[in-house]
């Protein structure tokens, strides 16, 4: 796949745009739509959000200019947006259909395979492309410590619109405007970045044991234990690579600067877990889904790849932790 190089901002002499750029042209577009000028007439992205998604923000007390976290969910085509509040938690704002993605369940190996990306994967404004020729989109980042730890290769990996996928994630151009006009205020709000999960699929322990004979099964596991922190803490978890793998919730000891993805994790420990407690209104809220196509669909369990080795016994312990990856298991030496 194709796309252009671009950002979130104004436009420097290689066509991307600056954060200055960017304020500028949205004060200015903003006077130009007051002056009865037409959304039409706006470039897609520098369109405000919709009404409906002011009102929805407003009605579940989100700021446009607090911090974000997208989960994406491939089997289910789904991409979650959440909201960090006051409180310093994230709520659900509104779960978008993925129109379609490319390739099965499983990460994205090498240049050329279509698959679209597993994993812990973070944007910065400069992956913000609002010339993309898929309408609009955000670079994943791909490949990331992790990726790079285990030599794959690739580039251009996005969520984008038009619903046509080589690789990436695509919505429709309707939902990729909401996406990144949400994402876009965010960085105007002073946010440096913001956390995408790609997971196979919503990763419950009766989920994950369906895929037990999966190649990917132990991978899984790892992306399960960020699924599980923020499903009981509402916080995204804090993640490093060492050793060519996902560390989740560790805190390393001593003045740590620079982590090698592929040498040995430094000493750590685990951080105390503060368990999310949603208030009766929040244990009441509404889910919203937002209307649209999903074109993909996966084969079944039974087609995927077996494990070239797998213990039965440590795979059903794995399944039954209810605290899997949560941090109450002891660190590496202790």
């Known amino acids: 796949m194709t796309v252009r190089r671009g950002t979130a901002y104004g436009v420097d002499r290689r066509g991307t745009m600056s954060k200055h750029g960017f304020c500028v042209a949205l004060v200015m577009a903003m006077a130009g739509l007051l002056g009865s000028c037409s959304l039409q007439d706006m470039t897609p992205a520098m369109r405000p959000l919709p009404k409906e998604a002011m009102m929805l923000l407003g009605k579940k007390g989100m700021k446009p200019e607090a911090p974000i976290f997208v989960r994406i969910f491939k089997e289910e085509s789904e991409l979650e947006l959440w909201k960090q509040r006051d409180d310093g938690r994230y709520y659900h704002f509104k779960t978008y259909p993925i129109c379609n993605w490319s390739g099965d369940l499983g990460p994205k190996e090498r240049e050329g395979d279509k698959q679209a990306p597993e994993g812990f994967y973070t944007i910065t404004h400069d992956q913000m492309n609002p010339n993309s020729g898929f309408h609009l989109a955000f670079n994943l980042g791909y490949p990331n410590a992790y990726d790079k730890a285990h030599k794959r290769t690739g580039e251009f990996l996005m969520v984008h619109g038009k619903c046509k996928s080589a690789g990436c994630y695509a919505m429709t151009d309707a939902l990729i405007e909401e996406i990144y006009a949400l994402a876009r205020e965010q960085f105007i709000g002073g946010n440096q970045s913001f956390q995408v999960h790609a997971f196979p699929f919503r990763m419950t322990p009766e989920k994950l044991a369906l895929h ?4 990917w099964f132990p991978f ?9 922190y923020f ?27 620079n982590i090698n993805p592929e040498g040995r994790c430094p000493a750590y420990q685990r951080q105390r877990i503060e368990p999310f407690q949603p208030s009766s209104r929040e244990q009441i809220a509404e889910r919203v889904m937002a209307p649209g196509p999903k074109m993909r669909s996966v084969a079944s369990a039974d087609t995927l790849v077996p494990a070239e080795s797998s213990r039965p016994d440590a795979i059903s312990d794995l399944l039954k932790s209810p605290a899997m990856g949560l941090g109450f298991a002891k660190a590496a030496g202790e």
């Open 220 to 228: 899984w596991a790892t992306l399960k234990e960020g699924y599980d």
């Open 212 to 215: 037990r004979k999966a190649k």
């Open 231 to 257: 499903e009981t803490t509402r916080q995204v978890p804090p993640v490093a690579v060492c050793e060519r793998k996902y560390l989740v919730n560790a805190s390393f000891m001593g003045n740590v600067s």
